[in-house]
């Protein structure tokens, strides 16, 4: 089988030919995120409707990463049988299911199922995503194209509380999961019919080729590095609602109004991460991202209820920096037949780890003192993480 891509795309072409191709899979990208992240700004209802505390909120964030962790390990096997077209169509699908699942269940158990299954269906996507994005686009302009793509959660985290605060405002939360599953099932048909698929597919995992992958350095550290990005892109924001309305006396509605606003100038942010990691180098942009990040958290935990919306605006900014640095060392650091796998298995922890752990810990501290301090333990981890930018090799200049 070639390596050209399906409908009419030819591979490795430079992106304002196959801009078509990239814009529909950042659509895609933009509804999983959207479908994940709804949860935070639906929060405080949902804990005043469930009759719930903060723990068990944190819960349902991290069994939703333990789902995705569970994905990452069956992704390389269904895009090495079935192809990515059909992987992505089928995480869509399976998205809606488990979407209308969460709206229609009662008991508390039956939520947690609903979030683990959304998790897992998420997770299937990004692979197949990704790796379908480096065989369209010429290596020049990875930066460029995970630009553009990391566009899709940074939009996803703009509409989350607004939809929300809609959705709260004319039913229930209820009503939030019911309406995004039909999105994501007419967007599956859509995709069925006309989406792009590469000539080639990633190679079937056999213990071999893990321990390929694990024996390099810069693999456990692009791990650690999605790991931190997750948390401060996602879990943080998860927390944001619950921090702003019980710490520092925002109303709900004004707390998503914030939430949602703050992450208008990650669209732009992260256009401008995409070409400066294209003209400096990943290492430099993640370097500079991590750090500003890492501060702006610590600032946003401990300082006093007038420094939380910039710290909430700069957090948001300098956080939409990480992904198109990670993603285009991602690409740089193995072989086109690899890439799926190794995606999948540095993804497989960030879920948990960033997006799981970090914002359950945050809530957990909640829950127990304080969600200040458990944002500046966050902040500080973060700062430590860019020791973990030289492990990337040559390619994270």
Not at 11 to 34: E, K, Q, S, Y
Not at 190 to 198: E, I, L, S
Not at 322 to 339: Q, V, W
């Given at each position: ?107 508390l158990g039956a939520l947690f199922v609903g ?70 099932a007419i967007t599956g048909a859509v995709f ?206």
């Amino acid at each position: 089988m070639g390596t050209e891509p399906s409908a009419g795309f030819q591979a490795r072409d430079r992106l304002g030919r196959v801009l078509p191709p990239v814009l529909f899979l950042t659509l895609i990208f933009f509804l999983h995120f959207l479908a994940r992240q709804l949860l935070g700004p639906l929060l405080p209802a949902m804990e005043r409707d469930l009759r719930i505390g903060h723990a068990v909120s944190g819960l349902f964030i991290l069994v939703m990463g333990m789902g995705f962790f569970l994905s990452q390990l069956t992704a390389a096997f269904l895009t090495a049988r079935f192809g990515y077209r059909v992987c992505i169509v089928l995480s869509l699908w399976a998205a809606a299911a488990a979407m209308a699942g969460v709206g229609l269940v009662g008991s508390l158990g039956a939520l947690f199922v609903g979030f683990f299954l959304l998790g897992v269906t998420g997770g299937l996507y990004v692979p197949s995503g990704i790796a379908l994005i480096s065989v369209l686009v010429h290596p020049r302009d990875w930066g460029k194209a995970m630009g553009i793509h990391e566009l899709a959660p940074n939009l996803a985290l703009i509409v989350a509380p607004f939809f929300a605060t809609m959705v709260l405002g004319l039913a229930s939360w209820r009503w939030g999961y019911l309406s995004l599953a039909g999105f994501l099932a007419i967007t599956g048909a859509v995709f069925a019919r006309y989406g792009v698929d590469a000539g080639t597919r990633g190679t079937t995992p056999d213990l071999q080729r893990i321990r390929e992958i694990a024996k390099n350095p810069a693999f456990w550290g692009l791990a650690g590095l999605l790991s931190l990005a997750v948390g401060v892109e996602t879990g943080v924001y998860a927390v944001v609602p619950l921090f702003l309305v019980n710490e520092r006396g925002f109303d709900l509605t004004e707390a998503n109004r914030i939430l949602g606003l703050s992450r208008i100038p990650g669209l732009a942010v992260v256009l401008l991460s995409g070409w400066i990691t294209d003209r400096l180098s990943p290492g430099t942009t993640l370097r500079l991202s991590l750090g500003i990040t890492g501060a702006t958290i610590v600032a946003l935990g401990l300082g006093p209820r007038e420094v939380a919306i910039p710290a909430v605006f700069a957090q948001a900014a300098a956080a939409a920096c990480l992904f198109p640095p990670i993603l285009s060392a991602a690409s740089g650091i193995s072989t086109p037949e690899n890439r799926a796998l190794t995606i999948s298995l540095s993804l497989a922890v960030a879920p948990v780890l960033g997006g799981g752990l970090v914002p359950a810990g945050i809530a957990f501290a909640g829950e127990v003192g304080s969600f200040g301090l458990g944002l500046a333990g966050a902040g500080v981890l973060v700062l430590a993480g860019t020791a973990l930018v030289r492990s990337l090799g040559a390619r994270s200049g």
